[in-house]
């Protein structure tokens, strides 16, 4: 059972069994941890390591993750949603379900990830690499995708626009 609590310090304390406990903080060594379920919205764990913790089911709304190592992470059905998570490592993460709408994902190295039913809407995938990743039933409407390695390796800049072309379609419409 994952339990939350507030330390001497005012930190957000994470008991994660017997895996040990992390303190909720930027650059926190989190590794391994179990904090399924746990209510992580607006966490600061921007640069923190987070391999192999579970996360599944938590929320995350808001939080930031900005270049943190959530290498083969667990975070099926995790709430992610405008959380910044530029520059994370998710290499083979787990993010089945995960609703990541209008999440900030530039230069996310999502490889081998599953994102199946993952919610992208809105999310911002500049420059991620998503090669081999599995996105099946994902949904990427409204996303930005713009130099972004898809998961046939292929790139794509389905949605990129330059501050050039909007000028010139406003000199057109004048």
Same mark, same amino acid.
């Given at each position: 059972?994952?339990? &939350?609590?507030?330390?001497?310090?005012?930190? &957000?304390?994470?008991?994660?069994? /017997?895996?040990?406990?992390?303190?909720?903080?930027?650059?926190?060594?989190?590794?391994?941890v179990q904090m399924k379920?746990?209510?992580?919205?607006?966490a600061q764990l921007a640069? /923190?390591?987070?391999?192999?913790?579970?996360?599944?089911a938590s929320d995350l709304t808001g939080a930031n993750l900005m270049g943190a190592s959530l290498?083969?992470?667990?975070m099926t059905g995790a709430v992610m949603t405008a959380a910044?998570?530029?520059?994370?490592?998710?290499v083979n993460a787990d993010l089945t379900g995960a609703d990541l709408s209008? /999440?900030?994902?530039?230069?996310?190295?999502?490889?081998e990830a599953s994102l199946v039913n993952a919610n992208l809407t809105g999310a911002d995938l500049t420059n991620a690499i998503m090669a081999n990743a599995d996105l099946t039933g994902a949904v990427l409407e409204g996303a930005t995708i713009?130099? &972004?390695v898809?998961?046939?390796?292929?790139?794509?800049?389905?949605?990129?626009? &330059?501050?050039?072309?909007?000028?010139?379609?406003?000199?057109?419409?004048e």
């Open positions: 059972m994952t339990t &939350t609590s507030i330390n001497e310090e005012g930190q &957000t304390v994470v008991d994660g069994g /017997a895996a040990a406990e992390c303190v909720v903080e930027p650059l926190a060594d989190c590794a391994g379920f746990s209510n992580l919205a607006g640069g /923190a390591n987070l391999y192999r913790a579970r996360l599944d290498y083969y992470a667990g910044n998570l530029r520059g994370a490592k998710l209008s /999440a900030v994902l530039v230069s996310v190295d999502l490889t713009c130099n &972004t898809m998961e046939s390796g292929a790139i794509s800049n389905d949605s990129c626009s &330059t501050s050039s072309e909007t000028s010139e379609d406003e000199e057109s419409e």
